[in-house]
């Protein structure tokens, strides 16, 4: 059972969560360590989070779209293909350990910050693809969203710098394409989960309408500061991230005992 005043405070933080993954990625960073706080079991937290988790990305991709930056319908096939492919990854936590990618994940996203900081016009203006939009489509979407439902953190960020590096657009354009693709990966690890009994339906609720509100101000926020604003975010978002999946895995511990400081 949750009281008004704990509903409360987890619309509150999905507000908050909502309007930063908007712009950056990395919701999941505070969501889910609020809603395993409550008490709820970590599978459970997990599910319930899938929920209101599709909510900021949908909300943002909306405000993109009616602004006329978003070309959903030349995106929705390797969008649907996001969203078979994670709950193809969400299926396969049934036999497979997440254990090698929780480890290999902060490493992805640290350099993921070098990068950013060592390039200073990284993604203000469109670049040269490396792929064609077709094979970027049918591989590295696919890829990206089966790890999503496999495992999730960084998964914006992922999506966003992946169309930068590989398909060549502009930091703004590719965090607006990501969360679309976002949206649809969270939504088919949610039809998966649906199926598991494990969603606390009034906590998903209360979660969603934040998420709503919160990505709705994200993605007024980039629509009017763009790259200005999305970078810093990106690389902060990225670095928390790290830190926290650093320290789950006990590799924050240890290297603290190896310098003697623990």
Request: proline fraction near 5%; glycine fraction near 12%.
């Given at each position: ?25 990395g ?13 709820l ?18 909300s ?7 602004s ?21 990854g ?5 036999f ?80 607006m ?17 649906l ?13 969603a ?5 919160g990505g ?47």
């Amino acid at each position: 059972m949750f009281d008004p005043l704990q509903l409360f405070g987890l619309f509150v933080l999905a507000l908050v969560a909502g309007t930063i993954d908007a712009m950056a990625g990395g919701g999941g960073l505070l969501t889910i360590p609020g809603l395993m706080a409550t008490g709820l079991p970590p599978v459970t937290a997990l599910a319930t989070n899938k929920f209101q988790a599709i909510f900021s990305p949908l909300s943002a991709a909306r405000h993109f779209w009616k602004s006329g930056r978003l070309p959903v319908l030349k995106l929705w096939k390797p969008a649907l293909l996001a969203m078979l492919a994670s709950a193809c990854g969400a299926a396969s936590l049934t036999f497979i350990n997440p254990g090698v990618l929780r480890s290999l994940v902060p490493f992805f996203l640290i350099a993921i910050c070098g990068w950013l900081l060592l390039s200073d016009d990284l993604g203000k203006e469109p670049g040269a693809a490396r792929m064609k939009f077709s094979m970027f489509a049918v591989s590295v979407v696919p890829l990206i969203a089966f790890y999503d439902g496999f495992f999730g953190p960084g998964t914006g960020t992922f999506f966003a710098m992946s169309m930068v590096g590989l398909a060549g657009l502009a930091l703004d354009s590719a965090t607006m394409q990501a969360k679309l693709y976002n949206f649809m990966s969270n939504l088919g690890a949610l039809i998966f989960f649906l199926f598991t009994g494990h969603i606390v339906w009034i906590v998903a609720i209360v979660m969603a309408c934040g998420m709503v509100s919160g990505g709705a101000i994200g993605a007024r926020l980039v629509l009017k500061h763009g790259t200005g604003l999305i970078k810093p975010l990106l690389i902060v978002t990225s670095l928390a991230m790290s830190a926290r999946l650093l320290w789950q895995n006990g590799t924050l511990a240890a290297w603290a005992k190896a310098l003697g400081l623990h």
